[in-house]
């Protein structure tokens, strides 16, 4: 019954759909199992025909839960040997298997253990996991073990496109960690210089929104896959990355560091120039059309004095006009009212 079990395994990983891995017995073999990794051997009997045969033994490379970055992903099976120890796929060696591509998920479940094409039935042990993207996994089957190596298929990152050498200067900044708020202005400086495989005198100084001020120089950091560096400063590693941000501009953003989770906008310095003229003209517009609001409430509060006065013009009374005797009466009798 176990027999028949490893055989449906195989045939539903061969079954699978058009995908692309890789990974030969060799391949693992040549390489060196890191030292800290605890090996744990399980022994099996090779044939029940024979109690004399030499029993053969596979190790279990221990592969704890916080290594699943290593494993889990897609991976191109490039080797299947059956329990009865007969290679039922090769990729590698055998002309009709090479024109196969099996591509199949792979799932850290527990230490060790590993998920097939998110099957449950499919969980097998961890023989070898290198650095090279390369992995050997088994099942016990019956007397025997099943045995699947594959080569994990890593995703093109994107690079960050750069001419040949470009000098940046920041433009603005938003520091999580601190506040919200972006920093622009007087409350940021910083400059470096971008090739296509380094980054060069970066020299960043931000002022938080509550007065505090942080800052970060790296003489040199190598560019990585996908515009990852990392660098070393005052005995901490800092690590980030870089991607572009427009036609002249660049995001650098710190993963590690006293800068973690800083993002910084760096542009050219024509492009900075751009750009403040652009918020200055902005400005204007906004003060002269704050003084066109108040010009015109200021019309309108004529108008409506004016309508309010036309309204109430019969409650008004008519100015009586006292000649020089009236006047000098008025002064007799009541005296002068200033």
């Known amino acids: 019954m176990k027999v028949l079990t490893s055989k449906k395994a195989i045939i539903a990983i061969l079954s ?9 017995i060799k391949d693992i073999n040549s390489r060196t199992v890191s030292r800290k990794h605890a090996l744990e051997e399980l022994p099996v009997e090779r044939s029940l025909a024979s109690d004399v045969a030499p029993s053969m033994r596979i190790a279990i490379m221990k592969v704890e839960m916080s290594e699943a970055f290593k494993v889990n992903g897609k991976w191109e099976i490039t080797r299947i040997v059956g329990s009865d120890e007969v290679v039922t796929y090769d990729k590698l060696n055998n002309p009709e298997d090479s024109k196969k591509n099996i591509v199949v998920p792979l799932k850290l479940v527990g230490t060790s253990s590993v998920m097939v094409n998110n099957d449950r039935d499919l ?3 961890i023989s070898l996991l290198s650095d090279f993207g390369t992995i050997a996994i088994f099942k016990k089957m019956g007397n025997g073990f099943e045995i699947i190596e594959a080569r994990m298929i890593r995703e093109k990152k994107a690079e960050v496109a750069v001419a040949e050498e470009v000098e940046l200067v920041l433009e603005r900044a938003l520091n999580q960690s601190k506040s919200n708020k972006i920093l622009s202005g007087s409350d940021i ?13 970066l020299s960043v100084s931000l002022t938080n929104t509550n007065g505090e001020v942080q800052s970060i120089d790296i003489a040199s950091a190598q ?14 590693e800092v690590s980030g990355v870089i991607f572009n941000n427009g036609k002249d501009g660049y995001r650098l953003s710190f993963v590690t560091g006293p800068l973690a989770g800083a993002m910084l906008n760096f542009v050219t310095a024509g492009e900075l120039e751009r750009i403040e003229q652009k918020d200055a003209e902005q400005n204007d517009n906004y003060f002269e059309q704050e003084e066109q609001k108040i010009q015109e409430m200021a019309q309108n509060e004529v108008v409506e004095e ?9 409650n008004y009374e008519p100015v009586k006009i006292l000649s020089a005797d009236e006047i000098k009466e008025t002064a007799e009798t009541q005296g002068f009212n200033f």
């Open 16 to 24: 699978l759909g058009s995908v692309v891995l890789a990974g030969t």
């Open 123 to 125: 969980v097998y042990k």
């Open 189 to 201: 400086s910083g400059e470096m210089t971008l090739t296509k495989k380094s980054i060069e005198g």
């Open 223 to 236: 560019l990585l896959d996908g515009g990852s560096f990392k660098a070393d400063v005052d005995g901490e």
């Open 306 to 314: 004016r309508r309010e006065m036309a309204e109430n013009v019969e």
